[in-house]
């Protein structure tokens, strides 16, 4: 992709591409950055990077001119790409809960509530660096996860009541 992507965007004569292990290219961006060095990156969102260097603040993410995808992508459209107006150029993720269709049968009121959680960016990548950091292990994650929801109570608080009047 990223291939393709300096040919239709002629870029290979002002961008040279470092292959690699992708944390240490990371961490290579970050000691060039911090060292007033350019640099340009492809980075997964969410992801740590995004709290070592952060969007709008730090480093800007680039948009493409139009869309363009190897042979094997050609089915995506700039629709696919574009968040706000500002078209990316890589195929927009999106987080998602998935579950047993039995469970979310047997549980409504479980299924409203996946439906309505919304857990932005900064607050999935910030876990995606504490977790890089360390704070690994299953009783990290569910700490995490309870300082979350004290820091988001009132939001966490609403989901469940209007999940739980499924059940009514």
């Given at each position: 992709?990223?291939?393709?992507?300096?040919?239709?965007?002629?870029?290979q004569?002002t961008?040279?591409?470092?292959l690699?292990?992708?944390?240490?290219?990371?961490?290579?961006?970050i000691?060039?950055?911090?060292q007033?060095?350019?640099?340009?990156?492809?980075?997964?969102?969410?992801?740590?990077?995004?709290?070592?260097?952060?969007?709008?603040?730090?480093?800007?993410?680039?948009?493409?001119p139009?869309?363009?995808?190897?042979?094997?992508?050609?089915?995506?459209?700039?629709?696919?790409?574009?968040?706000?107006?500002?078209?990316f150029?890589?195929?927009?993720?999106?987080?998602r809960?998935?579950?047993?269709k039995?469970?979310?049968?047997?549980?409504?009121?479980?299924?409203?509530?996946?439906?309505?959680?919304k857990?932005s960016?900064?607050d999935?990548?910030?876990?995606?660096?504490?977790?890089?950091?360390?704070?690994?292990?299953?009783?990290?994650?569910?700490?995490?996860a309870?300082?979350?929801?004290?820091?988001?109570?009132?939001?966490?608080?609403?989901?469940?009541?209007?999940?739980?009047?499924?059940?009514?």
């Open positions: 992709m990223i291939d393709h992507q300096l040919q239709a965007y002629e870029l004569d961008v040279e591409q470092n690699g292990e992708y944390t240490i290219l990371l961490a290579d961006a000691t060039r950055y911090q007033g060095k350019p640099i340009i990156y492809f980075a997964y969102n969410p992801h740590w990077i995004s709290s070592v260097l952060k969007p709008g603040e730090d480093v800007v993410w680039l948009e493409v139009f869309t363009s995808f190897p042979e094997s992508m050609k089915n995506m459209s700039e629709k696919d790409t574009s968040v706000d107006g500002k078209n150029g890589f195929p927009v993720l999106q987080q809960i998935f579950a047993n039995k469970f979310l049968e047997a549980n409504p009121v479980a299924k409203r509530w996946f439906e309505l959680v857990i960016i900064a999935m990548n910030a876990e995606s660096l504490r977790i890089k950091e360390g704070e690994d292990q299953p009783e990290d994650i569910m700490r995490h309870q300082e979350w929801v004290k820091n988001h109570q009132q939001k966490y608080d609403s989901w469940l009541e209007i999940a739980r009047k499924v059940a009514n």
